[in-house]
């Protein structure tokens, strides 16, 4: 009885890594260490929390979440919901959702540009659903909301994204 009851947990345990593994979500009630917030913090309305990300100049404001195995993924569905005050968004400018593809040491660029999501100008919380289809060859993923306005060092545009609901999950 002892064996079928290790086993079962051992299979539960491995359900649980495969579920979370296929879906990523911060806590904002308690982000894990995991989670890198450079000129970025959690803040509250309404009840709700989410990621304030404000433009420093000379660097990139950004939450960051480390390199994820993809683990024979085929795309990437990232939604969210967010504003903003910058209309500007682009591979490696503006506001963007970075989400770089790795062979394992490269990165896997799509026509020679890196992937992600692109937001417009919206003054009011906005939700947006994207999926993307993993490049031949990627191994794993980042992602990182990103407030890169290219600002010389020192000075600040003020520019900002906010962000909640975030989930990106992976779609064999």
Known sequence: MKMKSVI??????????????????????????????????VMEEGGQKYFHIEDIGGDIARVAYPSTPLN?????????????????????????????????????KVNGEYCGVFFE????WTALEKILDVPEG????EAQLRVQMNTP????????????????ELIK
């Open 8 to 41: 079962a947990a051992g299979l539960a345990m491995m359900a649980a890594t495969i579920i979370a593994g296929e879906k990523i979500a911060p806590d904002l009630n308690k982000l894990t260490p995991e989670w890198q917030l450079t000129s970025a913090k």
């Open 72 to 108: 024979g993924a085929k795309q990437v569905k990232v939604t969210l919901k967010y504003r903003t005050d910058v209309s500007m968004s682009r591979p490696s400018a503006g506001i963007w959702y970075y989400i770089g593809f790795w062979d394992g040491n490269n990165p896997v």
């Open 121 to 124: 100008l919206k003054n009011e």
């Open 138 to 141: 990627a191994k794993e993923f």
């Open 153 to 168: 060092k020192g000075k600040s545009t003020g520019n900002f994204l906010d962000a909640k609901d975030i989930v990106i």
